[in-house]
């Protein structure tokens, strides 16, 4: 049976027949501009359903997504890269000098994997730190150009699993007792006055012998480095491991013996190369 229906008095609107103690609810009606919105929204994404990819596998009428606009483009660069890559691989050092572009690519390339690969040691921009060569200067513990570079790269040093690797060990003077702890400080004494920073004449007077016996045949008479050794110049105020007296009597007594990885087996030669010219190009190369 209909309800008979109701208007409220107040308002002069119909009520919907509901009922909660005494409290009588109004039918108010949708207002129309409201309903016109609703209703173009569901004809628009009608509209948008059939237009758009809107259903798994199929790409809708227009058959346009933006996916393979981004892959397409993707796959542009990709085959420019390419392209780059391949003159990369072939062209000699002295050809990517001359080619501004080639070498720019190259050095952004190398940028990139030295951020991925290099960073945690060397420090983003490769400043170095205590241990860890700065690579920004020009001195150089086993070579400054190009090539050198990329032999130090490819076979790492002191990698015990790369059989071309570069070694050198510098002897444990003080652990292995080849100089007592009095002859240990005087030539820490002596490589101070290499760079004007002795504090005790004597003390470096006695030590230069000891210097000309132990320690020239690889860091040289006057302290200017070997880098077929990666023996480090003594005679600047560069220091790997830092330069006060203390750090350079542990340096001497123990020895440090650096150690970085081989990355011939872990990067692509082209990547090694555009490394090698990032490294060169970072202000110290020789
Ligand atoms: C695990 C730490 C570590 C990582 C990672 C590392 N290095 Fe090294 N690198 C060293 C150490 C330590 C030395 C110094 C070794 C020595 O005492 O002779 C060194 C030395 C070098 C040298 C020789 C510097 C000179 O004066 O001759 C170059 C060049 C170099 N690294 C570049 C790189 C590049 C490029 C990468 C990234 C592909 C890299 N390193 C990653 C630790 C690291
Ligand atoms: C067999 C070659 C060799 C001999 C001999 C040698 N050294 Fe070294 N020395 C090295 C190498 C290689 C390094 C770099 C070590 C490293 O990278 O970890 C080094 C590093 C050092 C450093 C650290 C430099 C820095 O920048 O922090 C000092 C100081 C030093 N040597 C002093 C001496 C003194 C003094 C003697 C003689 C008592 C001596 N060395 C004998 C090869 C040698």
Redesign the pocket.
Known sequence: MPTKVETDSVTGTETTGHEWDGIKELNTPLPRWWLIVFWITVIWSVAYFILYPSWPGWDGVWNYTARKDVAARLEAVQAERAEWLDKLAVASLDEIEQEPDLLEFAIAGGRA??AD??A???GTGGAGGP???N?LDD??????TVE??GT??RHG??WAQDEET?ISDMPRFGVDELLTADQIGDVAEYVLSLSHGATDRTAADRGQTIYAENCAVCHGPNGGGN?EL?APQLNDAIW?YGGGKENLVTTISRS??????A?GGR?DPVT?KQ??I??HSLGGGE
């Open positions: 994997a030295f690969n290099c945690p040691c060397h241990g860890y060569p690579l001195d150089w513990l086993w070579g400054g050198a570079i130090t790269l040093i002191r570069r880098a990666g790997l440090r013996r650096g150690v970085m990885p990355w990067l090694i490394l090698a990032y490294v």
